[in-house]
């Protein structure tokens, strides 16, 4: 690789990592806004649950709703492809994200 062609490389990944200091991602569900099924409205038994509180029995399953994710599953099938420094931020987020519901759910 000649240094013209190296500075060319260099100044491209810098480029990209200016872009990627001022992105960002948000993955997950409203903590405020209640539930509109009437699958979880209609049955009497007090009030809906929260948006939150459904995803969270999909996530993680119930003792009547089997684990759906919907948000864990797809991460850690595609884990193996993202670069190291995402991988370990994404399994600091799964286990803070883990430790909280946990705590909640106390």
Request: glycine share 6%; with cysteine; proline share 8%.
């Amino acid at each position: 690789m000649t240094p013209e062609q190296t500075l060319k490389l260099v100044q491209h990944q810098l480029a990209v990592m200016q872009q990627a200091k001022t992105s960002s991602v948000k993955v997950g569900l409203p903590a405020g806004e209640t539930a509109t099924s009437k699958a979880y409205t209609n049955d009497g038994a007090g009030p809906a649950p929260t948006v939150l509180e459904v995803g969270i029995w999909h996530e993680y399953g119930t003792a009547r709703v089997p684990m759906r994710s919907f948000l864990r599953g797809p991460l850690q099938m595609k884990r193996a492809e993202l670069p190291l420094p995402y991988r370990r931020s994404l399994t600091w987020c799964l286990r803070l994200a883990w430790r909280l519901i946990r705590r909640w759910a106390a």
